[in-house]
T-cell receptor, first 112, second 111 residues
Framework: SQTIHQWPATLVQPVGSPLSLECTVE??????LYWYRQAAGRGLQLLFY??????ISSEVPQNLSASRPQDRQFILSSKKLLLSDSGFYLC???????????FGDGTRLSIL | TQLLEQSPQFLSIQEGENLTVYCNSS?????LQWYRQEPGEGPVLLVT?????EVKKLKRLTFQFGDARKDSSLHITAAQPGDTGLYLC???????????FGKGTKLSVIP
């Protein structure tokens, strides 16, 4: 069966520091991969998605970037965090773009 | 741009009551999913509906896809405290690389 791992679960970082959040999927090949940010208890904002290694589409221009160095690995990064980057970050995968998505447990990022 | 509107945004009910939440759009979707999310966790898929007029049941939860595939509803019978959470609907268009998510209905079931 497929599983998705996302870490860390919580992270507290100072303003201006770098960021790296990692997501890996097991049990499937060539998945679509997604990064979302969620405001407190509300809807999901799609940040990036990837349909293959090295292929990244950005939905919202901002302080963040994403990379997909391996088929089942998706990384969210920032060179310099802003206060506005605080939030709950979710990684997800699907077999195809129009298929249901399966989410990791999320990372709660707090910027001080 | 496809949009999904969910209503109500917040719902607080007593244990044992019935409720219905809605997911509406002016766009046609090839399929629609419902997710439940608990605080501090990722959304968990409950159901996918793909055929206009389709009804699916998951224990006390009944999901319906509108005939025109533009809207959906989730009905919970005899709500339990364990039903508490954020209910999200998400739709996909044919050939799309992504889902369109609604903003969710936050349900609280009071014992």
């Amino acid at each position: 069966s497929q599983t998705i791992h996302q870490w860390p679960a919580t992270l507290v970082q100072p303003v201006g520091s770098p960021l790296s959040l990692e997501c890996t999927v097991e049990g499937t090949s060539n998945p679509n991969l997604y990064w979302y940010r969620q405001a407190a208890g509300r809807g999901l904002q799609l940040l990036f998605y990837s349909v293959g290694i090295g292929q990244i589409s950005s939905e919202v221009p901002q302080n963040l970037s994403a990379s997909r160095p391996q088929d089942r690995q998706f990384i969210l990064s920032s060179k310099k965090l802003l206060l506005s980057d605080s939030g709950f970050y979710l990684c997800a995968w699907s077999d195809r773009g129009d298929q249901p998505q399966h989410f990791g447990d999320g990372t709660r990022l707090s910027i001080l | 741009t496809q949009l999904l509107e969910q209503s109500p945004q917040f719902l607080s009910i007593q244990e044992g009551e019935n409720l219905t939440v809605y997911c509406n759009s002016s766009s046609v979707f090839s399929s629609l999913q419902w997710y439940r999310q608990e605080p501090g966790e990722g959304p968990v898929l409950l159901v996918t509906v793909v055929t206009g007029g389709e009804v699916k049941k998951l224990k006390r939860l009944t999901f319906q896809f509108g005939d025109a595939r533009k809207d959906s509803s989730l009905h919970i019978t005899a709500a339990q405290p364990g039903d508490t959470g954020l209910y999200l609907c998400a739709g996909s268009g044919a050939g799309s690389y992504q889902l369109t998510f609604g903003k969710g209905t936050k349900l609280s079931v009071i014992p």
